[in-house]
């Protein structure tokens, strides 16, 4: 069964530091890009970001929005993919999707999602 | 950068009868990497359609996409109680961003 498991959501002051993390199983993990994507309270899905697979030289790719503030990073050993968001604001409150992506077969699978709330 | 207009925003229709929702994108979008979800209250979305019109694993072929280049469409015939969602395109595509569309919600009478 393919799962994705998102952690590491909680509460934080703004201009704080958070990481999340994102489990894969049941799939070959390795060959997948993988993206991260928010969704605001009450609000539509938005893009964050992206780390293509080793065969693209695990290229990154951001959201204007969080561009030098956030950073996307993979382990293909463990099966896991991470998001370091740093110099957080109010508006980053949301929760966090991983996602994965084969262009065989679109982007697929979605975590549940973690809550990140920016708060004073 | 892509921007998708989804239209109507909202979409009230009787069960059986079949919804039409679009996607209009600002440029092309390269090759048709669309891709349209389902999002019921509280839940992650699910993907339906990728590639513009190719169905996801265990979706029923009462969703189909089509469209090209800037005009995508997601047809639900003969519609259920449990279709009941907000709906969106995505363009996942060859550079970033890669955008979602506003969300059409479906509402079922």
């Known amino acids: 069964e393919v799962q ?5 959501g ?27 994507v928010r969704q605001a309270p009450g609000k539509g899905l938005e893009w964050v970001g992206r780390i293509r697979n080793k065969a693209n030289s695990y290229a990154r790719e951001y959201a204007a929005s969080v561009t ?53 | 950068e892509i921007v998708l207009t989804q239209s109507p925003g909202t979409l009230s229709l009787s069960p059986g009868e079949r919804a039409t929702l679009s996607c209009r994108a600002s440029q092309s979008v390269s090759s048709n990497s669309l891709a349209w979800y389902q999002q019921k209250p509280g839940q992650a979305p699910r993907l339906l359609i990728f590639g513009a019109s190719s169905r996801a694993t265990g979706i029923p072929d009462r969703f189909s996409g089509s469209g090209s ?18 709906y969106y395109c995505h363009q996942y595509g060859r550079s970033p961003p890669y955008s979602f569309g506003q969300g059409t919600k479906l509402e079922i009478k």
């Not at chain 1, 994705?4 to 590491?8: D, K, M, N, Q």
């Not at chain 1, 002051?13 to 993988?34: E, K, T, V």
């Open chain 1, 10 to 36: 909680g509460l934080v002051q703004p201009g704080g530091s958070l990481r999340l993390s994102c489990a894969a199983s049941g799939f070959i993990f390795s060959d997948h890009y993988m993206d991260w």
């Open chain 1, 4 to 8: 994705l498991v998102e952690s590491g």
């Open chain 1, 68 to 120: 030098g503030r956030f950073t996307v990073s993979r382990d293909d050993s463990r099966n896991s993919l991470s998001l370091q968001m740093n110099s957080l604001k109010t508006e980053d409150t949301a929760v966090y999707y991983c996602v994965s992506l084969l262009w065989s077969s679109g982007p697929a699978n979605w975590g549940l999602g973690t809550l990140v709330t920016v708060s004073s």
């Open chain 2, 69 to 86: 280049g800037t005009d995508f469409t997601l047809t639900i015939s003969r519609l259920e109680p449990e279709d009941l969602a907000v």
